[in-house]
């Protein structure tokens, strides 16, 4: 089945500066993306998503990239602010429909 | 996106009893899916809840543990059954309107076994 590797587990960066998150996913038939932010005694939400027909996707402040090849994907935040701060999930899609989760990363801005 | 509401929203149960979870959606929606969110940890697929029929369960998840029912489009239950200190977690619905679109999550039941 589907394996998504994600990374880092934990990022802390001052107001202001960007953040990176980084996934990796397994399965090449996997041809969507999402990206979720959970704050604490919340579900995830939705923030960002991408489908494998595209390289990239912005909104606003957040950004998402594709490497089909390279079966990667990354979450650009740039010009974070406190309120920025919760844990964010990747997340790839199978052909079944069902979402394969990453580990989740721990976002914590500083003001 | 469709507004989901789970109850409870929390429950401290006592080890050998069962809890059945609600999942509320104010519109019809194709897709709705069941997750377990242990402390700490990321989301693992239960299963899918079908609309008429039986749920479609994940590997490691059955049916006499976690009963799900899915009588219409906008409604679901999930019964954690004989439950133990192993089954502490986050119980967490989304649905997606059709098979393609995004998937949405409620707050999630917060279950707590002494």
């Known amino acids: 089945g589907e394996n998504v590797e994600q990374h880092p587990s934990t990022l802390s960066v001052q107001e202001g500066d960007s953040a990176v998150i980084k996934c990796t996913y397994s399965d090449s038939a996997s041809n969507y993306f999402p990206w979720y932010k959970q704050e604490l005694g919340k579900g995830p939400q939705l923030i960002i998503d991408i489908r494998s027909n595209v390289g990239e996707k912005k909104d606003q402040r957040i950004a998402v990239t594709l490497n089909k090849t390279a079966k990667h994907f990354s979450l650009h935040i740039t010009e974070t602010q406190p309120e920025d701060s919760a844990v964010y999930f990747c997340a790839a899609r199978d052909s079944g429909y069902a979402l394969n989760f990453g580990k989740g990363t721990s976002l914590l801005v500083t003001p | 996106s469709a507004v989901i509401s789970q109850k409870p929203s929390r429950d401290i149960c006592q080890r050998g009893t069962s809890l059945t979870i609600q999942c509320q959606v104010d519109s019809q929606v194709t897709m709705m899916f069941w997750y377990r969110q242990q402390p700490g940890q990321s989301l693992t697929l239960i299963a899918t809840a079908n609309q008429g029929s039986e749920a479609t369960y994940e590997s490691g998840f059955v049916i006499d543990k976690f009963p799900i029912s899915r009588p219409n489009l906008t409604f679901s239950t999930l019964t954690v059954s004989n439950m133990s200190p192993e089954d502490s977690s986050i119980y967490l619905c989304?649905?997606?309107?059709?098979?393609?679109?995004?998937?949405?999550f409620g707050d999630g039941t917060r279950l707590s076994i002494l």
């Open positions: 989304s649905v997606a309107r059709e098979r393609d679109q995004p998937q949405h």
